[in-house]
């Protein structure tokens, strides 16, 4: 099936072929993407890596989890979906220019 994992505290240097290779020793990446901020381009420290299979991936995060890399303790989990988070909506009053 294959498993995707959350990897943060990545060093700013750090960039999706680097992040592949250190992967690619606990067997087949399928992707693997660092985020960047849209505006500067910069890495924001974090990723995730697909792995081919789920055995690859939980050696990965065994191996990997709070190892140093580039002078940094790695954080490598298993991904999890994003929450639904409410959109805004309500408030209530927050008084404001004008009102009385």
């Known amino acids: 099936m294959g ?3 959350y990897v943060g ?6 960039n999706n072929q680097s992040l592949e290779e250190l992967f690619s020793q ?3 990446v399928r992707s693997a993407q660092v985020i960047q901020d849209r505006e500067t381009g ?3 420290g974090f990723g995730f890596v697909e792995m081919q ?3 690859a991936a939980r050696s990965a995060i065994q191996a990997l989890h ?3 890399h580039n002078g940094r303790p790695l954080t490598v989990n298993e991904a999890r979906p994003r929450e ?3 959109r805004g ?6 008084g404001g220019y004008g009102r009385r």
């Open 3 to 5: 498993m995707k994992l």
């Open 9 to 14: 505290n990545l060093s700013y240097d750090v």
């Open 26 to 28: 606990f067997g087949a």
């Open 42 to 44: 910069r890495s924001k």
């Open 53 to 55: 299979d789920d055995n």
């Open 66 to 68: 709070e190892k140093q």
């Open 84 to 86: 639904e988070r409410p």
């Open 89 to 94: 909506g309500g408030g209530g009053d927050r």
